[in-house]
C-alpha cells in the first residue's frame, strides 16, 4: 500500500473502502471481506449508519488497531459544538475504539464551525488523530484555511472521478497542504463510466478493468481514493492497481473526458442548500 502524508505528519493508506449505502445489516460480512482483501482504510459516516458494522468487523478481523485508517464525518444534526462532542463519543463507541484516525464536517451548510471547534477539541485531547472537511467548495476550504481555525483541515473529501476531474480544485488544496480525497470514484456507474469507451482501451492496454484505470489514474493523482463494493472479487479487483502505470497518453486521454460537472450534486447551488435543508425538517436525513 502506497501512503501520503497528511499536513500534521500522519500517514493515511492513498487507497480505501467506503460503505456508504451498505445496508447496516450487511456492513460487518462486507468490512470483513475486505479486510481480508488487505484493505486497512475504511470510510464511515454518521448518516451512513456504518459505524457499528465497521467497529465489530475491525474487533473480529484480528488486526492491531493501529493498522487501521478510519475516517468518520460528522452529519448536519449535530453541528453545534455540545452535539458535535456527544457525537465524537457514541463514534467511539460505535466504532469500539478509543481514537479516530479522521473525523471530517459532512457538509458545508449550517453552523459548521461550532461542530469544527469540538473537532479540534478532540483532536488536541488525542481523540482524533486528523481533522477535516468534506464537499467544500474552494472559497469555502480557503476562507476556513485562512480566516476559519487553529487547526487547518487536513482533508477535504469530494466528489472526483473521470468525468469530473477538478484539476484546478486540487491545485488550491495543494496550495493550502489540504489533500484532496475522492468520493465516488466510479461515479456509483453513473453515465456508463464502467463502459466508458476510452477507458476501456486503456484498461485493454494493460490488461485492466475500467475500475483498476480509475483508481491508478487517482493515486498518479496523489489523490486519496475511497471505493465500495459488496462484491469480494471486485473489492480484489480494485486493490490490484499497484503493479501498472498509465503513461502520459493515457493521463491525456483521461484528462479529456473531463465535464467539469457533478454526477451528484453541486454544494455551491441555492438549489442544493434548499433541498438539504427540505431532507433535514422532514427528518429524512
Ligand atoms: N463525503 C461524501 O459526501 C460522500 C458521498 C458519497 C460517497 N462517499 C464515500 O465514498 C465511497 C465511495 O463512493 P460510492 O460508494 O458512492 O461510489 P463508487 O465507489 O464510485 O461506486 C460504487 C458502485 O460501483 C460498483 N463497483 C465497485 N467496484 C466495481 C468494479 N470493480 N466493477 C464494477 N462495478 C463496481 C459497486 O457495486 P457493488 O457494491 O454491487 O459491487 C457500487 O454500485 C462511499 O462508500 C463513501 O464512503 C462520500
Redesign the pocket.
Known amino acids: 500500500m502506497k501512503f501520503v502524508e497528511l499536513n500534521n505528519g500522519v500517514k493515511m493508506p492513498i487507497l480505501g473502502?467506503?460503505?456508504?449505502?451498505?445496508p447496516s445489516e450487511e456492513v460487518e460480512k462486507a468490512v470483513s471481506e475486505a479486510i481480508e482483501v488487505g484493505y486497512r482504510s475504511f470510510?464511515?459516516?454518521a448518516r451512513?449508519n456504518t459505524e457499528r458494522g465497521l467497529g465489530l468487523a475491525m474487533k473480529k478481523s484480528g488486526v492491531s488497531r493501529k493498522d487501521f485508517f478510519i475516517t468518520t464525518?460528522v452529519w448536519l444534526d449535530n453541528y453545534s459544538y455540545d452535539k458535535c462532542r456527544h457525537y465524537i463519543d457514541q463514534a467511539l463507541e460505535n466504532l469500539q475504539t478509543d481514537y479516530l484516525d479522521l473525523v471530517?464536517i459532512?457538509?458545508p451548510f449550517g453552523d459548521y464551525y461550532a461542530a469544527y471547534r469540538a473537532l479540534e477539541e478532540a483532536y488536541q485531547a488525542g481523540k482524533i488523530r486528523a481533522i477535516g472537511v468534506?464537499?467544500f467548495a474552494p472559497f469555502r476550504l480557503v476562507d476556513m484555511c485562512l480566516f476559519g481555525r487553529e487547526v487547518i483541515p487536513a482533508i477535504n473529501?469530494?466528489?472526483v472521478?473521470p468525468l469530473n476531474q477538478r484539476v484546478e480544485e486540487q491545485e488550491i488544496m495543494q496550495k493550502y497542504n489540504v489533500q484532496m480525497e475522492?468520493?465516488?470514484?466510479?461515479?456509483?456507474?453513473k453515465n456508463g463510466?464502467?463502459e466508458n469507451v476510452v477507458l476501456r482501451e486503456i484498461g485493454r492496454k494493460h490488461g485492466k478493468?475500467?475500475?483498476?484505470v480509475i483508481l491508478r489514474w487517482l493515486v498518479q493523482r496523489e489523490v486519496v481514493v475511497?471505493?465500495?463494493?459488496?462484491?469480494q472479487e471486485?473489492?480484489r479487483?480494485?486493490f490490484e492497481i499497484f503493479d501498472f502505470e498509465l503513461d502520459n497518453e493515457d493521463i491525456q486521454k483521461i484528462r479529456e473526458l473531463d465535464t467539469g460537472e457533478t454526477l451528484?450534486f453541486n454544494p455551491q447551488t441555492v438549489e442544493t442548500v434548499e433541498k438539504f435543508n427540505q431532507k433535514m425538517q422532514e427528518r429524512k436525513w
Open positions: 473502502f467506503g460503505t456508504y449505502q451498505i470510510d464511515t459516516a451512513y464525518k471530517l459532512h457538509q468534506s464537499n473529501q469530494v466528489e472521478n475522492a468520493w465516488a470514484p466510479f461515479g456509483e456507474g463510466m464502467f478493468s475500467v475500475a483498476q475511497i471505493c465500495k463494493s459488496t462484491h471486485r473489492m479487483e480494485n451528484f
